[in-house]
């Protein structure tokens, strides 16, 4: 049971995986290309060319968010 939570908490996650990351003040970031649940804290994992940023994945993050 508690294999299934966890299997079904890391699915809802990838579902993040493509979308366009913008930043209210900077514009566009990049887009999400992991999900990293492997900290205590679960982080988008956000790739470009030069580098990768991580962001927190907590609500007070997310505006809003659309369909990919």
Do not use: C, M
Request: charged content about 40%.
């Amino acid at each position: 049971e508690y294999l299934e939570e966890i299997e079904e908490e890391e699915e809802e996650a990838d579902y993040f995986v493509g979308f366009e990351v913008i930043e209210e003040k900077n514009g566009k970031i990049g887009t999400i290309t992991e999900v990293d649940q492997s900290t205590e804290n679960v982080l988008f994992v956000i790739g470009s060319e030069n580098n990768e940023i991580l962001i927190p994945a907590v609500e007070e993050y997310i505006d809003r968010k659309s369909t990919r």
